[in-house]
């Protein structure tokens, strides 16, 4: 196994198989080509950023999996204890008793506090989508280093050398990290209600799957993913260097929520008095995020009334197709050398 | 589609710097052309921007009358060899040329075959991380082998490699020329160039200093040898070279250094002087220091 072994001579050459005939009208073929596709996730598949990355998503699905089920439990626990214990209002002094209109307040209260489906849909959201916080913020890191591999490595030459026309490039890495987010997803989705319906059913629970508070988070969630990888590329393009696009979009991701709070809160106290500000949060991708896959609008401020989730689809879709468009016309520009 | 390259007034401009200065040259297919210069010179630039890898601020190359980006299978045409550590540390050999026969749409097995080709199918299951320069560069070859191409660009390829490497790669190369396709190597070394080229193209500050066969450029810039006499009789033996055109040098006692005739003409004057000769040797021209020279005046004509 070293250099010196006999080498084959140069006159092997024409034995070589011919390369395969030019297709007809190749130039004029949508820029998408499978092909590509098929090359980058093999680039994926062949080193070991595939498995690593896969390793830690099925670490943050398992331990937030774990917390989740075990809240769901404790959540649908408490439920059912309280329904033990009807309020009754035949025992009270006549002088305490609640009027008619208190009454039906505290019934509906209750009515709440033990709709037994209701929370189960609710928890069951919850524990659909666990692992998803750190689930992004790995699918971001996986997106960035589809493009910085090629950078660190140098491969970036031989892969424009293969393909000249780098938008075809730029799409085929998109959509290979779209696809590896969507398996990602597939796989983590897969352990978290395959788990969970079993958790929920042992305790004689039936998921309503089709109400859309429980498909919605799953299917949001799956959204979340791809649009994640597709930032990721947009960040690896923006910033060639590994560590340091790494750092950046992780970052971002992780300090997206608490600093946009900061500056929103700000904004709120010193400058727009009005609760409609906490609505322009919305804005920041990390908030987008979280906003698509809740389901209940978040709220900041008392009198808001909450962004709703297509709102935060929206808005993501539009950071990923900026980044998408921006990545690709610095790399139809950018000197390999 | 023939394999000739055509570089047109090729330029770039760096911020502070004017990398490659209005280049132009052809380069025929069944000949080995060797692109010289010294480091820094511009070569890697503009084999780069031949390839589409760099953009340029003027000019045009093409590869059989086609822009490289405007090739729709440019592997078939063109094979490059740019650099040695262009592949993914942790990624096999043969995986990394499976990456690029799937981008280029040939079958994995053509990765085989490449490797077989270059001789590296020993370590084909092994990472490149693991591979030696020499082992990495024809790794290099074996990609740019993928699409059989009609010209082969290479970027200094013997840096790095052994003496057994270098015959390997110069045969190669020879062998790919002499079945009628385009050979285009850069190297900052002339010696190299002249055991291997057919014609040279020497540029230096990217601005073209000398084009044409090596042994016409090697005659127009080392000039004739000398002759280096060492006998007791200096003094008879300067008087009768004083018939003849020459240069003389008094190098050392008893040492002569004649410019202009060669060794059978000196020997003849010996002869007639009655001079006793202990020694006479012909002085091969020093390539490289004629060779720095040229590329020296050039720049100093900046």
């Known amino acids: ?337 | 589609m023939d394999g000739q390259l055509v570089v047109s007034n090729l330029t770039k401009v760096y911020p502070k710097v004017r990398a490659v200065d209005n280049l132009s040259f052809t380069v025929q297919p069944g000949r080995v052309t060797g692109f010289l210069g010294p480091n820094g010179s511009g070569k890697t630039t503009t084999l780069r921007m031949m390839l589409n890898l760099v953009t340029p601020t003027a000019g045009t190359a093409t590869i059989g009358g086609v822009r490289y980006a405007d090739l729709p299978r440019p592997l078939d045409v063109v094979g490059a060899v740019l650099e040695a550590s262009s592949a993914h540390k942790g990624r096999t050999g043969r995986n990394h040329l499976r990456v690029l026969c799937a981008a280029a749409g040939y079958p994995d097995r053509r990765a085989d075959e490449v490797l077989d080709l270059v001789g590296l199918t020993p370590a084909a299951n092994r990472k490149f991380r693991g591979y030696s320069l020499g082992m990495r560069q024809r790794l290099g070859i074996a990609a740019a082998m993928i699409g059989d191409p009609k010209v082969l660009i290479l970027d200094e390829p013997a840096n790095g490699l052994d003496p057994e490497g270098i015959k390997w790669m110069r045969e190669f190369l020879r062998a790919f020329a002499s079945q009628g396709r385009t050979v285009f190597v850069s190297s900052h070394l002339l010696g190299e160039m002249q055991q291997l080229a057919d014609d040279v193209i020497i540029i230096a500050h990217g601005r073209m200093v000398a084009q044409g066969s090596v042994s016409d450029i090697i005659a127009s810039i080392a000039g004739p040898g000398a002759v280096r006499v060492r006998t007791p009789h200096v003094d008879q033996l300067a008087v009768e070279l004083s018939n003849y055109p020459v240069t003389l040098e008094y190098p050392g006692e008893n040492q002569l250094l004649v410019r202009g005739v060669d060794a059978a003409t000196v020997g003849r004057a010996a002869l007639a002087a009655r001079a006793e000769l202990h020694e006479l040797t012909t002085e091969a021209p020093d390539l490289e220091q004629a060779f720095l020279q040229l590329t020296r005046a050039q720049a100093a004509i900046r």
């Open chain 1, 1 to 337: 196994m070293s250099t010196s072994a006999p080498m084959s001579s140069v006159s092997s050459h024409p034995t070589l198989a011919p390369a395969p005939a030019e297709p007809a009208g190749a130039s004029s073929v949508p820029p998408l080509r499978p092909r590509l596709v098929r090359a980058e996730l093999r680039k994926i598949f062949t080193t070991s950023t595939w498995w690593v990355i896969g390793l830690f998503v099925l670490i943050s699905t398992g331990l937030t999996l774990l917390v989740n089920t075990l809240e769901a439990n404790q959540r649908l626990g408490a439920a059912e204890q309280l329904r033990r214990h009807p309020p009754d209002f035949s025992n009270a002094p006549p002088g305490q008793r609640p009027s008619a209109s208190e009454q039906q307040a505290i019934l509906e209260d209750f009515a709440r506090r033990t709709d037994i489906p209701a929370i189960v849909a609710e928890q069951a959201a919850n524990v659909f989508t666990s692992g998803q916080f750190l689930g992004l913020m790995l699918i971001v890191i996986l997106g960035v280093l589809v493009v910085t591999n090629e950078f660190t490595h140098q491969t970036a030459t031989p892969t424009f050398l293969a393909t000249p026309r780098r938008t075809r490039v730029i799409l085929a890495k998109l959509v290979a990290a779209m696809v590896l987010a969507a398996g990602y997803w597939a796989v983590s989705t897969a352990i978290s209600v395959g788990s969970g319906v079993l958790n929920f059913s042992l305790r004689g629970y039936d998921v309503p799957f089709t109400a859309m508070q429980v498909w919605r988070p799953v299917a949001m969630n799956l959204l979340a993913y791809v649009l994640w990888a597709v930032l990721g590329v947009g960040f690896g393009v923006l910033i060639r260097n590994q560590l340091g696009a790494t750092l950046t979009a992780a970052g971002l991701y992780l300090i997206g929520l608490p600093s946009a709070l900061l500056v929103f809160g700000f904004i709120h106290a010193y400058i727009v008095h009005s609760d409609v500000v906490w609505n322009f949060i919305v804005a920041v991708p990390g908030v987008a995020s979280m906003v698509m896959v809740s389901v209940e609008p978040p709220r900041f401020g008392p009198e808001q009334t909450g962004v709703p989730w297509w709102i935060g689809a929206l808005v993501l879709t539009a950071y990923g197709v900026l980044a998408g468009t921006i990545g690709t016309l610095i790399t139809r520009r950018r000197d390999i050398s």
